[in-house]
């Protein structure tokens, strides 16, 4: 794409935008919005709060909640097997990290190791 064209693109993408940032402007859902966030803020300032210190009085356990979700949300990693047809060693890793597996792939080549699988 030419530059001139981009530019032309550009400019149109910020037509737009700039269109439904007016619009959204005259909206009374969102003044009120804008009304209820300074009036919170200046109640905030005035009293000495910040946002977090207020999540944690209207709510203490929101920050253990926070975490406990993130940390269930991930399963763990599967275990894996390999078998060296060579020597007969096992080695059982969760990762790609292990320092024989790594020695093995060094030396025999990526594929080759993975094909050693056995679970």
Known sequence: MSKLAEYRQLEKHLAEQLQALEALKGDNGFKKEIEFETKLRELLTEYGYSLKSII????????????????ATRKPRALKVYKNP???EIVE??????KTL????????????ESWLTK
Do not use: F, I, Y
């Not at 944690?56 to 940390?71: E, I």
């Not at 890793?93 to 292990?98: D, L, V």
């Not at 790594?102 to 190791?113: I, L, N, P, R, T």
């Open 56 to 71: 944690n009085l209207l709510d203490p356990q929101a920050s253990r909640h926070a975490s406990a979700q993130t940390a």
């Open 86 to 88: 060579h020597t007969g």
């Open 93 to 98: 890793t969760k990762g790609g990290n292990h």
């Open 102 to 113: 790594k020695e093995w792939k060094a030396e025999h080549g990526a594929a080759v190791v």
